[in-house]
């Protein structure tokens, strides 16, 4: 019985977890990943309590804030390829960036609107961080966790450096990794389907996503 | 109900379904096999592009830093029971949306959060003897007695489990729970196959073991008939009333919630047994 409602815990709240990590602009090289996660955080929460907007009409307002702030924090390049998973050989250049365009319309449109909606006063603890060199290039791992009321929800970030910034390039949520999650469904669908097709998909759902948001609106 | 007596009536059973899962675990592994035969099919593909000198190709390969043992298994955990599955979660999608969702509303709404809270500490000192047992099962004797320790002062300074009373130390903070599943996974068995119960969600062969096993240990299993129901129904719209939302936003986000649910399960178990 406990185990289904622990499993509705990790109905992921990536919303936050995307959300709750924001750029920091002056996080350039001197900054640990810790540390830039941190600044644009709180910078994050400041705008979601702003009361200038509390109104409806001012949620889009709000977002041109938050929004590019996240890209700059998360690495949308190497998620969107992370959840190709081996079908990323599938898609040639042109059609890569597209799918990375589309995927990163339908996160922000997918969290950034939810959590703009639901913010329940959650604020974050910050747990530790671990960096390892790898041959690939340093890669940290920021553990956090989330806490909304009486309950606590683990997030970790995994990131790496981009032109000297730490960027992150997964989530885990309760242990739940998003691009991995991601990858399982678009591997069942590359299975059958093809790279345009995926493509379409994506970005119907996130239209779909928006239309649903303005008439509820 | 009777649980003892049904787990007995039922031993053949389990002991069937426990073979079963063995057996499946190794089908599982077939599965890897077949994935890498696939792979390669897919590298041969000829119109496709190779990609020069990607930094980031093996991102999230095996010798990721953080991602080491993630990949391959638990991306092939079998799924013969697709149909039946899908429904399932259909069933349970409406479940939610119509009646849970709504009631755990309507209770947020006149329950106050303090109340909320106590109900769910109560319920969650009620299950200390499962995860206790399975502490030991799994060879955890601090988190066995701390275990023992938190039900001790939250049955008595924290009134009946109420209150947390022993979270006030950091010493006695809850530790990740244990059930009877994570310890057959902590002794090497695989999920076996993936299936979802209309009410319980999802779950796997090896886990829907555990959890009758460790419904002995569940006080609450030993209520009789119609009340029980109430119980357990009461403890669930209790834990939701916490969440509401959060089965949304992973549904919203899914291209397909199917999938995304199956997987987050695997993910989120195979977390739980490392722990």
Redesign the interface.
């Known amino acids: 019985m406990k185990r289904s409602y622990n499993f509705t815990a990790i109905a992921i709240i990536f919303v936050f977890a995307l959300t709750f990590a924001v750029p920091a602009i002056s996080s350039a090289t001197g900054d640990g990943p810790m540390s830039s996660l941190k600044k644009p955080v709180n910078e994050l929460i400041d705008i979601l309590k702003d009361p200038k907007y509390k109104d409806k009409s001012a949620k889009d307002a709000q977002s041109e804030k938050i929004w590019p702030l996240i890209k700059g924090i998360f690495d949308f390049t190497t998620i969107s390829k992370g959840t190709l998973g081996k079908y990323r050989k599938k898609f040639d250049k042109a059609r890569l960036a597209t799918f990375t365009e589309e995927f990163t319309t339908l996160l922000g449109e997918t969290y950034l609107k939810k959590i703009q909606g639901g913010y329940q006063n959650e604020t974050v603890k910050y747990l530790t961080e671990k960096i390892k060199e790898t041959k690939r290039g340093p890669r940290a791992q920021v553990k956090t966790m989330l806490v909304r009321g009486s309950i606590e929800i683990p997030v970790h970030y995994n990131m790496l450096k981009v032109d000297g910034n730490w960027r992150i390039y997964d989530v885990k949520v309760e242990g739940v990794s998003l691009v991995k999650n991601y990858r399982t469904q678009f591997q069942k669908f590359l299975m059958k389907k093809n790279p345009d097709q995926l493509i379409e998909k994506v970005k119907k759902k996130a239209e779909s996503l928006k239309q649903s948001k303005t008439e509820k609106e | 109900m009777k649980p003892v007596r049904l787990v007995r009536a039922f031993m053949p059973l389990l002991i069937f379904l426990l073979v079963f899962v063995m057996m499946t675990g190794c089908a599982a592994r077939k599965n890897v096999a077949d994935n890498s035969l696939?792979?390669s099919t897919?590298?041969n593909?000829s119109d496709?592009?190779?990609?020069p000198e990607d930094?980031?190709e093996?991102?999230?390969a095996d010798?990721?830093?953080?991602?080491s043992e993630?990949e391959q298994a638990e991306?092939s955990t079998s799924d013969p029971l697709y149909y039946w599955n899908v429904a399932m979660h259909h069933v349970n999608d409406k479940l939610y949306f119509w009646i849970l969702k709504p009631t755990a509303k309507g209770y947020r709404a006149v329950a106050p959060?303090q109340m909320r809270?106590g109900v769910?500490n109560f319920?969650?000192n009620l299950?200390t003897p499962?995860r206790f047992a399975n502490c030991v099962l799994q060879g955890k004797p601090e988190k066995a007695s701390l275990e023992f320790c938190r039900f001790i002062v939250n049955s008595t300074a924290g009134v009946l489990g109420f209150m947390d009373i022993a979270a006030k130390n950091p010493d006695l903070a809850a530790p990740s729970?244990e059930?009877f599943?994570q310890t057959l996974g902590v002794y090497g068995l695989g999920n076996g196959v993936y299936i979802v119960w209309p009410v319980?969600?999802?779950?796997s062969l090896r886990?829907t073991v555990g959890?009758s096993a460790d419904s002995v240990l569940?006080p609450?299993s030993y209520i009789d008939g119609t009340t029980a129901v109430g119980v357990?129904a009461f403890?669930?719209v209790n834990?939701?009333s916490?969440?509401i939302?959060?089965?949304?936003?992973?549904?919203?986000?899914?291209?397909?919630p199917y999938?995304?649910f199956?997987?987050?399960?695997i993910?989120?178990r195979?977390?739980?047994i490392s722990e």
Do not use: C, W
Not at chain 2, 48 to 51: H, I, K, L, Q, R
Not at chain 2, 200 to 203: D, I, L, N, T, V
Not at chain 2, 262 to 265: P, S, V
């Open positions: 696939s792979d897919i590298s593909s496709m592009v190779s990609e930094d980031f093996d991102e999230f010798d990721d830093p953080f991602d993630d991306e959060e809270t769910k319920f969650h299950g499962i729970s059930d599943g319980f969600g999802p779950s886990d959890m569940n609450t357990n403890e669930k834990a939701i916490f969440r939302g959060d089965y949304e936003s992973l549904k919203d986000a899914a291209i397909d999938e995304a199956r997987d987050a399960y993910q989120y195979k977390k739980q």
